[in-house]
């Protein structure tokens, strides 16, 4: 099974603030790799899909890039709505597997 | 609008079976497939199974494989997760997930997602 390894599990920031959470696959995943918010008692909302991928609707602070095996989220000018926790998810090959989380707390 | 409501979650003793649905709407249900995500509580995100359009094939985490069943009635635009032999750990909110629609060229991974429905195993 190929694992999801996100960093940092969880960060603190303020409104405004450039946000980045780093994706790592423990194989080459090629771009088959997602990015998804959840928020307590909310559905989880898709944002990237094929690494940098924009899913209608999402704002264009969200952005992802990376390859291979290293992925990223950025997130500018972070926004009130914007916290929450965040997914990696690659879908390169079964079972797919999903990154164990970062959260994003208000400083 | 696309749309996706699960339903059928519940409380259930472990050992037993329990089926949660998920009706589609506002999209060409039968050209897509369709994923089944959980999240226990304080946990994260796991993939629990998938089916093709067609239903013909289907794919499941080893933590649920020989115990649940996923399947799907396009004429229904509805797809099941067939719940059998529950455990304690399986506890979660369900959440189905529209996939890929590859006849359509369509490659967005899951892009859509449902409310989620709570399956309580105690």
């Known amino acids: 099974d190929i694992q999801m390894t996100q960093s940092p599990s969880s960060l603190s920031a303020s409104v405004g603030d450039r946000v980045t959470i780093s994706c790592r696959a423990s194989q080459g995943i090629s771009n088959f790799l997602a990015w998804f918010q959840a928020r307590p008692g909310k559905a989880p909302k898709s944002l990237i899909y094929a690494v940098s991928g924009l899913q209608s609707g999402v704002p264009s602070r969200f952005s992802g890039s990376g390859s291979g095996t290293d992925f990223t989220l950025t997130i500018s000018d972070l926004q009130p709505e914007d916290f929450a926790t965040y997914y990696c998810q690659q879908y390169n090959s079964y079972p797919l597997t999903f990154g164990g989380g970062t959260k994003v707390e208000i400083k | 609008q696309v749309q996706l409501v699960e339903s059928g979650g519940g409380v259930v003793q472990p050992g037993r079976s329990l089926r949660v649905s998920c009706a589609a709407s506002?999209?060409?249900?039968?050209?897509?497939?369709m994923h089944w995500v959980r999240q226990a509580p304080g946990k994260g995100l796991e993939w629990v199974a998938d089916?093709?359009?067609?239903?013909?094939?289907?794919d499941y985490a080893d933590s649920v494989k020989g115990r649940f069943i996923i399947s799907r009635d396009n004429s229904k635009d509805t797809v099941y997760l067939q719940m059998n032999r529950l455990r304690v750990e399986d506890a979660a909110v369900y959440y189905c997930?529209?996939?890929?629609?590859?006849?359509?060229?369509?490659?967005?991974?899951?892009?859509?997602w449902g409310q989620g429905t709570t399956v309580i195993v105690s």
């Open positions: 506002g999209f060409t249900f039968s050209s897509y497939e």
């Open positions: 089916i093709s359009y067609d239903g013909n094939n289907k």
């Open positions: 997930a529209r996939g890929q629609a590859a006849r359509l060229g369509y490659y967005r991974g899951m892009d859509v």
